[in-house]
């Protein structure tokens, strides 16, 4: 059985930036599609990648193919960041210590039914919630 995995923008935004080779072929291998795929994205993460894509790479996406790129990411199953999930992050966010925008990503991967995060940006084996955390690009990954 496939284990839901909700995928962090960084993971997305090395699939397009190619400034770290070994970062850039690793998000291409993961986010490969596979039979078993059951990846999940947010709003969230979907307004981030446009916005890191298009105005902080250093050879930024122009706006038309950022957001092809997002209308494909938009295929997945998508979690809207709703007033619940938001305040339900802000308890998070004071529970477990971190920003409120990587405690948004934990809300939505748990309202999800994911089991993992893939992310650079939270702790690496750490469980928040119902979910752990894996950072893809970690020596070892």
Same mark, same amino acid.
């Given at each position: 059985?496939?284990? %839901? ?9 090395? &699939? ?8 850039? $072929?690793? +998000?291409?291998?993961?986010? &490969? ?5 059951d990846y999940v994205v947010?709003? /969230? ?12 790479? $250093?050879?930024?996406?122009? @706006?038309? #193919? $950022? /957001? &092809?790129?997002?209308?494909?990411? #938009? %295929? ?7 007033? /619940?999930?938001?305040? +339900? +992050?802000? $308890? @998070?966010? %004071?529970?477990? @210590? ?5 405690? =948004?990503?934990?809300?939505? +991967? ?7 995060? =893939?992310?650079?940006?939270l702790t690496d084996g %750490?469980?928040? @919630? ?9 020596a070892g990954a």
């Amino acid at each position: 059985m496939t284990e %839901r995995t909700f995928v962090d923008t960084n993971v997305w935004v090395y &699939a397009v930036d190619e400034a770290d080779p070994a970062k850039h $072929a690793r +998000a291409l291998e993961l986010l &490969a599609p596979t039979p078993d795929s059951d990846y999940v994205v947010s709003t /969230q993460v979907l307004i981030e990648f446009y916005v890191v894509v298009t105005r902080k790479l $250093a050879i930024p996406v122009s @706006g038309e #193919a $950022a /957001q &092809a790129m997002v209308d494909e990411m #938009a %295929r997945l199953p998508v979690v809207p960041a709703d007033s /619940q999930l938001v305040v +339900a +992050a802000m $308890a @998070g966010s %004071r529970e477990w @210590g971190i920003s409120l925008w990587d405690a =948004l990503i934990i809300r939505a +991967a748990e309202v999800s039914g994911c089991d993992l995060v =893939l992310s650079e940006d939270l702790t690496d084996g %750490r469980v928040y @919630g119902s979910v752990r955390v894996e950072n893809p690009f970690a020596a070892g990954a």
